[in-house]
């Protein structure tokens, strides 16, 4: 039986690799579309901290403000004088912000009226971030400096105006919050099986039953469930493959380049690499098993596909939904397929740790869905409906 088995495996491992041209595309997108995407991402993170990090302001009507210039001076910041077209840079991006200052300022500051500055920016272009945000606290350190030297004339204690001193204690290390930027591992991580397993599975049920191959192969003497397990093996071991190279493609773009542009906040190595796998080969297992299900129904490749499709879909939405709903971690969503193996994949990241808890539940929930899923294809494959209802 098991050399049986064995026979279903590598034909449809054969069956698979005959089509070099799906095989090649799912190879090169699973080892280059991840591992850029991180490159560029890990280029445009260390950007913006490197803006961030330059204390640089740009002013429109510097000389109407010569304690504010004086101010950001002994701050050490740098100061360029705005373009005269500095509201049409700042729209076309080739600004971050700009501060105007406008005539009347400081005879206004000197006479202690209320002194209007402008700050002009553009919040739909992520990358003017830093620099607003910068100029922002730069006016804010000037006003509270302002208001402490007018206290001080009059003879009153700054301190009078401040009766609680708050100091920020963030418990995040570098590597949390570079978990946060970096999620795309862990989301092509939970993507990486699907793409992997999705040609086998479509093709060993119903392309072989649009081809007709199907009858002719469940005619021998060969029990229903050692097709089912061969092909369920068969698309398995092609998920794997892919998830391995996603995997390793990660390792080399982090240890090529995104590791040295943050420092700080990415560290994947190996013993990341082997933890993510610890997670994912298991989900591999329920995917692959799940697509094969799903495709038996289909009467034609195309239909088959069209229903998979549904399947990656709902996938690639947990991640967006864990990231941006808020949702904190809970002991029972380890027990709930992809999000159970997310939650783990993020900890890796993070560098929590992975208990044997986070590895353990969401293994043993993805095998036991999955052969639940296999037993259910066996049983499909004594449909006569299933065998003979071609398109």
């Known amino acids: 039986m098991r050399s049986r088995l064995a026979v279903v495996f590598l034909k449809e491992i054969r069956d698979a690799l005959r089509d070099r041209r799906t095989a090649l595309m799912i190879l090169v997108a699973s080892v280059l579309t991840g591992p850029v995407t991180l490159v560029l991402v890990a280029s445009f993170v260390s950007g913006l901290e490197e803006r961030a990090s330059t204390l640089r302001v740009r002013i429109a009507g510097a000389g109407h403000a010569p304690a504010l210039v004086n101010f950001l001076e002994r701050a050490d910041v740098e100061i360029e004088k705005a373009p005269e077209d500095y509201l049409a840079q700042v729209k076309e991006g080739t600004l971050d912000a700009v501060i105007v200052v406008p005539e009347d300022f400081h005879e206004r500051w000197l006479a202690h009226e209320e002194a209007r500055l402008e700050l002009v920016h553009d919040d739909s272009r992520t990358e003017s971030g830093p620099a607003t945000r910068?100029?922002?606290?730069?006016?804010?350190?000037f006003n509270r400096e302002t208001a402490y030297l007018r206290l001080m004339a009059r003879g009153v204690s700054?301190?009078?105006?401040?009766?609680?001193k708050v100091e920020r204690v963030n418990t995040a290390t570098p590597r949390q919050r570079g978990a946060v930027l970096l999620f795309l591992i862990p989301m092509f991580g939970i993507l990486a099986p699907l793409l992997g397993g999705m040609t086998v599975a479509i093709d060993s049920t119903a392309g072989e039953r649009e081809r007709g191959s199907l009858e002719p192969l469940l005619a021998n003497p060969v029990p229903s469930w050692v097709?089912?397990?061969?092909k369920w093996l068969a698309a398995w071991a092609s998920a794997t493959a892919v998830v391995v190279l996603t995997m390793a493609g990660f390792l080399a773009a982090a240890r090529l380049y995104a590791e040295r542009k943050l420092p700080s906040l990415l560290s994947f190595g190996v013993p990341e690499l082997a933890a993510f796998l610890a997670v994912i080969v298991p989900l591999a297992a329920f995917t692959s098993a799940l697509q094969l299900l799903i495709s038996t129904y289909g009467r034609?490749?195309?239909?088959?596909?069209?229903?998979?499709?549904?399947?990656?879909t709902v996938a690639s939405f947990v991640p967006l939904v864990v990231m941006f709903s808020g949702a904190k971690e809970q002991a029972w969503q380890?027990?709930?397929?992809?999000?159970?193996?997310?939650?783990?994949?993020q900890r890796v990241l993070r560098g929590d740790g992975l208990s044997s808890a986070d590895a353990l539940v969401p293994a043993a929930v993805a095998l036991v869905l999955a052969a639940l899923a296999v037993a259910a294809v066996a049983r499909l494959l004594r449909d006569e409906r299933i065998v003979f209802g071609r398109a």
Not at 134 to 141: D, G, H
Not at 158 to 164: C, D, E, G, V
Not at 227 to 230: K, R
Not at 300 to 312: C, D, G, I, K, N
């Open 158 to 164: 700054p301190s009078l105006n401040q009766s609680t």
């Open 227 to 230: 097709f089912a397990v061969g």
């Open 134 to 141: 910068q100029a922002e606290r730069l006016l804010a350190a």
């Open 300 to 312: 034609s490749y195309r239909e088959a596909q069209t229903y998979v499709s549904y399947l990656a």
């Open 334 to 345: 380890l027990a709930v397929p992809v999000l159970g193996q997310l939650m783990a994949l």
